[in-house]
């Protein structure tokens, strides 16, 4: 017999048990959906009436790509841009708490980056303002993101055509975007709400749990003997295991899927690209089910296997910044994200929710399918010598 | 339900189990050592021995739950180590523990695993129906299982193990912990079962199903096969003799001579108005030790025939008793 066959109808059949236990159907979609609309409800002034921020800008460039970043940064409603002399200050007024953010653009900067040479922008946010960081780093990122787009273009250029005048081409790839796009856009839809930060930071964090049931699974199976009838049924080993990890990974993207609908139609989040979407979504489901299934292995009993992949949610979930906007945190905290698939997801689906292309969350979306899959790849060896004892 | 002992063979089919030199050891304890048995079609056989003697490392081993250290399994003439998938299709395992999905119907249950035998469609719902009605929980059927007693998960738990129409069945310990209208429930399945011409190994505890329902009997304690064989080769083994107490009135000491005259008997002497006779095969010769009797102008009033048990041969093979509490 294949492993095909068998494992759907495994997996089938835990789907079944899955639908019919209703604290699932809590801990997947409710609770997630609940929590979201709680906090943003909680937080909804920060981001309506009460927001404000004041971004330092040290611009030692002067060219008109600067100036498009400043103007930017001040159409953002509630913003108040400082201009500062030069980096030090910023970094000065920053650390101070003066200001929430501040952003330093090179001197260069316009020349660089109409020479295809690329170009560095730096954000430096305050501990104090993590939503008001979080903003300047998201715009900030979205305009660098569009300026890649113009380099990428003219570098693209300059090689088929050696003698071409790099700034007019430069210029003519900007054409095809215009700056002032980058200036309107801004303003209204690369700042994301609360809601949507707490929508997606929820649906992350909780998609760790939705899916945990399934190869947590395999040790129920042991303990309630069927694992036994299971080993003596004429299918291959394998499909056993292929069957908890299929149903795991239709959990997990059901019940993110609906989170995504429902945030999007009830409480007014806005995840952006639908593809991209689509995308970190199906990298978020094959991660947690991975990551879920190896600290599973460790364990002993299914309550244990519980525990642990609890702990690996909740500490994953804080890490990687499902409750507070750590992205904008200064050094290692900002950057300790990484190390969690929460951290990648949470980058990727912000960056989306900004208004970031396309293109610009593949990188997210394949660190985090990486780790799924090596974790995955770990586990699936470990979980053999469950069932083969 | 005919006397398992009495039943009538013809020429020896090919066993549908064969197993030898089975061994197992965890941690340096010998759980198992050199365990071997054949079962053939319609053949009932017992593996009796106490709690922990070692009867359900054998089963795991057979049905490919727990790799051996030495021996082979051969089930309807294929490996369970090179043909596992073809091999488990002649198997049917009805585990000690009852292993259900709780929140699942029986019926649920009993189509989820026909699916992973590969029967589907018509098949399926017929073999349902079948068992279900074998088990007698057809009234039951689309019940979750977590709403059934102890003993209706039990019988369902059997149910599950008959599904796929095995050469072999497999029970360990089945009417462990179970009411007696459920026992005899399941002790009735698993006849009908073995009399459609199944081979059953069943592990046990208990004297009186081994007895009740096994063709042959393997005594296992601390993982070792100490004998086989039908009841009455087992009684044989150990040198026991039936009692036969005979109730009579008339002259019972010319009763007893002419008694003891009869093949078979050890001994007959009077004891309280009738006799008490000790002497081998006594169903067999009863006929005779009557006639005999009756011709010394003894008036039979009772015939008790007492046959040497299970639990006789279990006590004078390893020096303790098969149950604890016993």
């Known amino acids: 017999m294949s492993v095909i066959r068998p494992a759907f109808l495994i997996a089938r059949k835990d789907l079944v048990r899955r639908i019919r236990d209703r604290t699932a159907i809590l801990t997947a979609v409710l609770l997630p959906l609940g929590l979201a609309y709680i906090f943003s409800l909680t937080l909804a002034n920060v981001d309506d009436a009460g927001f404000e921020a004041t971004y330092a800008v040290a611009d030692a460039d002067g060219g008109h790509l600067a100036g498009a970043l400043t103007q930017t940064l001040g159409a953002i409603g509630s913003v108040t841009v400082e201009p500062v002399p030069d980096a030090a200050a910023a970094e000065r007024r920053t650390d101070d708490g003066d200001v929430d953010a501040a952003i330093v653009i090179p001197e260069g900067f316009t020349a660089g980056v109409e020479a295809g040479r690329g170009a560095e922008l730096i954000v430096r946010t305050s501990a104090d303002a993590s939503i008001a960081g979080l903003v300047a780093t998201s715009v900030v990122r979205s305009f660098a993101a569009r300026l890649d787009a113009v380099s990428v273009a003219v570098a693209a250029a300059s090689a088929a055509d050696p003698g071409a005048d790099a700034a007019a081409l430069a210029e003519r790839a900007r054409q095809l975007e215009p700056s002032t796009e980058v200036v309107e856009a801004t303003a209204e839809d690369r700042v994301f709400s609360s809601i949507t930060f707490f929508a997606i930071g929820m649906a992350v964090f909780f998609l760790f749990f939705a899916v945990e049931f399934g190869v947590r699974g395999l040790l129920e199976e042991r303990e309630d003997g069927t694992l036994a009838r299971l080993l003596v049924a004429p299918i291959p080993q394998v499909a056993i295991l292929a069957g908890k990890g299929l149903a795991a990974l239709l959990v997990g993207l059901v019940s993110t899927t609906l989170l995504v609908v429902a945030t999007t139609v009830l409480i007014d989040a806005r995840w952006g690209n639908p593809i991209g979407v689509g995308l970190l979504v199906v990298a978020g489901v094959v991660a947690a089910v991975g990551v879920t299934a190896l600290v599973s292995t460790f364990a002993r009993t299914a309550a244990q296997a519980g525990a642990y992949a609890s702990i690996v949610a909740v500490v994953g979930g804080l890490l990687g910044g499902t409750f507070f906007p750590i992205a904008s945190a200064p050094g290692l905290l900002g950057s300790i994200r990484f190390l969690s698939p929460q951290g990648w997801l949470m980058e990727g689906f912000t960056g989306l929710a900004s208004g970031e292309a396309l293109r610009d969350v593949l990188v997210p979306a394949v660190a985090t399918l990486a780790i799924g899959v090596i974790c995955g790849a770990v586990a699936w060896r470990r979980a053999r010598a469950v069932v083969a004892r | ?326």
């Open chain 2, 1 to 326: 339900m005919s006397d398992p002992s009495t039943r009538s063979r013809g020429p020896a089919p090919e066993p549908i189990l064969r197993c030898s030199g089975l061994r197992k050891t965890f941690d340096e304890r010998v759980a198992v050592a050199d365990v071997g048995f054949e079962i053939a079609p319609g053949e009932t056989y017992g593996l009796l021995g106490p709690n922990g003697a070692g009867k359900t490392t054998p089963i795991s081993m057979i049905c490919g739950l727990l790799a051996r250290d030495a021996g082979d399994v051969i089930v309807a003439g294929r490996a369970v180590d090179t043909h596992a998938v073809a091999a488990k299709a002649s198997i049917g395992y009805v585990p000690q523990e009852i292993a259900l999905y709780p929140d699942l119907t029986a019926e649920e249950n009993l189509r989820f695993f026909g699916s992973l035998h590969g029967i589907a469609g018509d098949e399926l719902d017929g073999r349902v129906s079948r068992v279900l009605e074998t088990v007698a929980l057809t009234d039951r059927a689309r019940d979750r299982a977590q709403e059934y007693s102890g003993g209706m998960q039990r019988r369902l738990n059997i149910a599950l193990g008959l599904l796929n129409d095995p050469a072999l069945l497999i029970l360990d310990e089945p009417t462990v912990g179970v009411d007696p209208q459920s026992r005899n429930a399941i002790l009735g399945s698993v006849a009908r079962s073995s009399d459609e011409g199944m081979a059953i190994l069943y592990t046990t505890h208990y004297m009186e199903e081994a007895e009740r329902l096994c063709d042959r009997v393997g005594i296992i304690d601390e993982g070792v096969l100490r004998a086989e064989g039908t009841r009455r080769e087992l009684v044989g083994l150990v040198g026991e003799h039936d009692r036969l107490r005979i109730d009579a009135d008339g002259d019972l000491e010319d009763a007893a001579d002419a008694t003891r005259r009869v093949a078979g008997v050890a001994s007959a002497a009077v004891a309280g108005g009738g006799l008490d006779v000790l002497m081998r095969d006594a169903r067999g010769a009863l006929a005779d030790v009557i006639r005999a009797v009756d011709g010394a102008g003894g008036a039979i009033t009772g015939v008790e025939v007492h046959e040497p048990n299970l639990e006789a041969v279990f006590l004078h093979l390893t020096g303790k008793a098969l149950r604890d509490e016993a």
